[in-house]
Every structure is written in structure tokens, then in C-alpha cells.
């Protein structure tokens, strides 16, 4: 077993969707940051979520953490809700991500 790595988490976490964009949260930009704990393989993940209002996000939280404790090596994962600084697609979603919700630079 490899010890995880916070790109792999980051990878692990992609298949995780916002339900209401059917985006990646990863691609989205929610995942704000990623902490791993080498000598036991617990991470912690720093998420966002579109708004504050947003009804979905104990179920995107729990998604989140257990797609962090399917990646290799990972023992356990906390989430961690940060609204700070507050989520803008223009500066946080991907290119692609921007694509899909219209937003041209």
C-alpha cells in the first residue's frame, strides 16, 4: 500500500459531483485543500460549496469523504466545511468547468 498523496486524494475526489452543476467538485474548485498525515494516512480535506443556502452539502460532504477513504493508503478522512474566500466559478472552476456553466473569459 502506497501512502496517499494530496494530488491522489485530489484525484480519488473527482468522480464526486455538485448534483445541482453535475460538475466535479474537484473541477468546480470546492476542494480548497488537501492535508495528509503520512506516518497514518488520515486526510483532511477543506471544502466549499457554491453558497451557503446550498441544501446538498451534507451529502456532498460525506460523498467527499468517502471517495478520500476509497483512494490507497487513506485510513480515514475529516471534511471541513471553509467559506473563506467564498466560491467564484470566474476564479475557482477549471476551464473546462467554465465551459459547461457558460462563463468565458
Known sequence: MSAPT???VLE???PVMDPEMNLSIVEL???RGVTVDDGSGQVGIDLTLTSPM???GPEIMAATKLAAE???GVTGAE????WSPMWDPRVDASE???AELGIWD
Open 70 to 72: 476509497r483512494v490507497d
Open 6 to 8: 494530496p494530488q491522489t
Open 12 to 14: 480519488g475526489l473527482k
Open 29 to 31: 474548485g470546492l476542494v
Open 54 to 56: 446550498c441544501p446538498l
Open 96 to 98: 473546462d468547468a467554465r
Open 79 to 82: 471534511v471541513s466545511l471553509v
